[in-house]
């Protein structure tokens, strides 16, 4: 059944979730649907992120998959929480903000968590703020600077002569192409602090937050007005006086990631940040492995695997690739995880068991797991496989990570330690 229809500015979604009964004058719709065309593309999904179905004249059933954040159509915000997230909590949000600080490069920065903690602010708001905190720090020395090259030509050589011009200097010899460095603060980095800004100044919901950011937006305003890449991005380099900007660029990146779009569509401003709800929880199991890894002397891995060679016939290697092997200092893999983004019944589904038995078997590994996420606490189911050609025996584990405990203060830590408990384990 569908919830009932929705009369406010906010429309609340759960990814997989029940339908919302929207109302064609609540909402432009083609504008909706434009964008979710944009974010499949970009997100890489199969399907279109959004559902909409018309239900009766002036009617239409909205639904959420595969994504999770935020959505501005004019004055509507649709709000997705990602199915591991309990979206009738206050503050999901927060707990989703928890685990994309991790996931981009592990980055915790306890004061901003511990400043927000359990609050039921908007995404956007809480990127904001630690945006707005992060630059304010920063920038008090100014943003960093770097040299650019660009081509340039006169009657002397002043830098490298440019020999992909050599055609032009042949023809006017008194010419000569050069490319030479110079000193600027247009940079990357810079113009990713820009877009940052304007995304969220049109997103977030606090006027006074909106003002902050349109006033650096407006510092900024002589810089480069398209972003950089997001390669480009993660590839921007902090010295130690700038360190205060980390977070700020953090958020930028996470913006990029999140295909924030931010333009005029008519009369309408389209604006918003979503993420593959796959990938975030895949990325966020590694980064839980890792840290447990750590504590226990261990590193993790994610590479290809060949377990089948060709002895006859035409066809290819057989491969598989598990989302996280556990290694020894010496190398040697002691524990497969398989991170899945579907909710445990009272067995996994074959296809993910034959998956992680594969990869402990070829790797040698007695103890393998599939990770799945849950909202609330759930014991560990244990099988043994065994094998019937003289090899040891499997261990495999059901391991159910109740994301919901973010909601405390060392919400990480219970969950390290439910993945280190796995690999201590007999």
Not at 189 to 212: F, I
Not at 229 to 252: N, P
Request: glycine share 8%; charged share 20%.
């Amino acid at each position: 059944m569908a919830k009932s229809i929705v009369t406010n500015r906010r429309i609340r979604l759960q990814e997989y979730g029940e339908a919302a009964i929207v109302s064609n004058s609540d909402i432009d719709i083609p504008n909706l649907v434009n964008a979710s065309s944009r974010w499949r593309k970009i997100l890489g999904l199969s399907n279109e992120p959004f559902r909409i179905e018309s239900i009766e004249e002036g009617y239409v059933r909205l639904r959420a998959e595969a994504i999770t954040g935020v959505v501005r159509v004019g004055n509507v915000d649709i709000e997705v929480a990602p199915k591991f997230l309990n979206s009738d909590e206050t503050n999901w949000q927060s707990k989703l903000w928890q685990i994309l600080m991790v996931v981009e490069g592990g980055h915790i920065d306890e004061g901003l968590t511990s400043a927000h903690h359990g609050e039921a602010l908007s995404i956007p708001d809480l990127l904001a703020e630690i945006f707005l905190a992060s630059y304010a720090q920063g920038a008090a020395r100014g943003l960093p600077r770097s040299y650019l090259s660009e081509q340039s030509q006169g009657t002397s050589l002043k830098g490298v002569f440019d020999v992909s011009r050599i055609s032009d200097w042949i023809s006017q010899p008194w010419i000569v192409p050069y490319i030479s460095d110079y000193f600027t603060d247009d940079t990357a980095l810079a113009r990713l602090l820009l877009w940052s800004s304007k995304c969220l100044a049109a997103t977030v919901k606090l006027p006074s937050r909106a003002k902050a950011l349109r006033e650096i937006a407006g510092n900024l305003s002589h810089f480069g007005k398209c972003p950089p890449q997001l390669t480009e991005a993660r590839r921007i380099q902090l010295g130690a006086q700038h360190q205060g900007l980390a977070s700020a660029k953090m958020v930028g990146i996470l913006l990029l990631e999140g295909a924030g779009i931010n333009h005029n569509m008519g009369s309408h401003l389209l604006s918003g940040f979503l993420w593959n709800s796959d990938t975030i929880y895949e990325n966020y199991i590694f980064w839980l492995c890792q840290q447990a890894a750590k504590q226990n002397g261990l590193h993790v891995s994610k590479n290809e695997v060949i377990f089948g060679h060709i002895i006859d016939g035409p066809g290819r290697k057989l491969r598989t690739t598990p989302d996280v092997v556990f290694r020894d200092k010496h190398g040697k893999p002691v524990a497969v995880a398989d991170a899945k983004y579907k909710l445990l019944g009272s067995r996994p589904k074959a296809s993910d068991i034959y998956q992680v038995f594969t990869a402990g078997h070829v790797l040698g590994c007695q103890k393998v797991s599939l990770t799945f996420p849950a909202s609330s606490n759930r014991e560990n189911t244990v099988w043994c496989i065994p094998s019937v050609l003289g090899d040891k025996d499997i261990i495999l584990t059901a391991l159910p990570i109740n994301l919901m405990v973010l909601s405390r203060s060392n919400g990480h830590k219970i969950l390290v330690d439910a993945i280190t408990a796995w690999l201590l384990s007999e």
